[in-house]
């Protein structure tokens, strides 16, 4: 089992920066992939960003690409979600997940991969 809890949301102005992190404990912090989901008020969960196990490979949703970076410190077992030239379309819920046993080395975009859940952190970008 993993245990994901999320940090670093809050309210910022259109065009600024956040940085969210997910502290992971309860297994080996390099041998699943992780992602970065986001909901926002009557939408459904999509995707953000992911990275493998290893850190070598990192996905990203159209609309983030270019303006937000996914990492993972294996020494600190911490994802992290670097948010600069945020929108007001930006603003959701944001989710980290873990896919704990991936059969493939490429992690992908789908939600129902993975098996762990953080609680969500709540980011608000006004205009």
């Known amino acids: 089992q993993v245990q994901l809890v999320e940090s670093g949301g809050g309210l910022v102005q259109a065009g600024g920066s956040l940085r969210l992190s997910c502290a992971a404990s309860?297994?080996?912090?390099?041998?699943?992939?992780m992602a970065w989901f986001r909901q926002a008020p009557g939408k459904e969960r999509e995707f953000a960003a992911a990275?493998?196990?290893?850190?070598?490979?990192?996905l990203y949703a159209n609309s983030v690409k270019g303006r937000f970076a996914i990492s993972r410190d294996s020494a600190k077992n911490t994802l992290y979600l670097q948010m600069n030239s945020l929108k007001p379309e930006d603003t959701a819920v944001y989710y980290c997940?873990?896919?704990?046993?991936?059969?493939?080395?490429?992690?992908?975009?789908?939600?129902?991969?993975?098996?762990?859940w953080g609680q969500g952190t709540q980011v608000t970008v006004s205009s």
């Open positions: 997940a873990a896919d704990l046993y991936p059969s493939v080395t490429t992690p992908t975009q789908s939600r129902y991969d993975y098996d762990y």
């Open positions: 309860g297994r080996t912090f390099s041998s699943y992939h």
């Open positions: 990275i493998s196990g290893s850190g070598g490979i990192t």
